[in-house]
């Protein structure tokens, strides 16, 4: 029993100590800090990615990739090539129907230094003057009628069992008086 009990120590502090050393491993691209500006943008905006000096080799290609909602309509302004620092910077204007977050992520072709940038896009207002009866009232619909029907049953009900209950008294009196 003490020999179990001792594998099953060890396997659990093995397992409690490789979990802190993956944490801590040495990221696969040694890309620098990119940032982008504005961080949050209406459907169809426009944001900044701006890559740091040093993020790439010195006028290296850098391809840039959008991920999203139909990314391939999201459209990218830049030249692809790192600045003889080594930074880049790239327009990301987003869908006109885009919602949710994007991510831009750029990736130097020689260096293979790789970063990457999220934008939230708040989706586009929606009109509230439509309604599914097709009237247009100014106001979007909130709730169902069908509540407000079933209080005016329930209220007619209650005030129906009082009139009963009246009428019964009424008769248990007379019963008791004869």
Known sequence: MSKKFLAALIIGAAIALAAPAAANAVPYTHGGDCSISPSTV???????MTCAPGTFKPSEGVQYVVSGKDASQATLSADPTA???GGSQVQVTVPQDATGAYTVTATGA???AASAVTVTVLPADVPASTSSSGSSTGLASTGSTIGWSIAWIGGALVVLGLIVLSLIAAARRRAHQS
């Open 83 to 85: 600045t003889t620092a």
């Open 42 to 48: 209406a459907a169809g905006g426009t944001s900044t």
């Open 110 to 112: 020689s260096s293979q």
